[in-house]
């Protein structure tokens, strides 16, 4: 399996809205990570706990944000790799970094560019913007 796919899918297998049918076993609620869940050695396998008590959320954001959608913050500006499993042809991310607002619209084609406030851009860094714009950003890959 190619690593967009991958990541995608172990992304999934975490993701407690792809858990639902399993949030009786899990009696936990059904949107939100827990701290640990029992496996198949234990008593009640599948049971979750603490759900509220982990770092796990944020942290699956800055997975699915920064690895896979592929918007970084660099200390030059953004970079932007997306990590694009086959089943996902396009998206929209919007990102407010240092002040400003990246609108960056990704679509899948088979060939790499990308513009920023309709100028070319070389490689993946958009340059960081002023304070209070918003930038447009178009990349096809």
Known sequence: MAAENEAFNISRRICPSWLEDESERRETE???????VTGR???????????????TASRTFLS????ILGVQPDFDGLRVRPC???????YTVRQ??????YVIHVRR???????AGGLA???NLIPAASTGTR???EVTV
Not at 84 to 90: A, Q
């Open 121 to 123: 851009v070389e490689g």
């Open 64 to 67: 699915v944000s920064q690895a």
């Open 109 to 115: 084609t088979g060939t790499w560019s990308m513009t």
């Open 84 to 90: 694009l499993p086959d089943e996902l042809m396009e």
């Open 135 to 137: 930038v447009n950003v």
């Open 30 to 36: 059904p949107y939100v990570y827990a701290q640990t």
């Open 41 to 55: 050695a234990s008593g009640n396998p599948g049971h979750a706990k603490n759900s509220w008590l982990t770092g």
């Open 96 to 101: 407010r970094f240092r002040g400003a607002e």
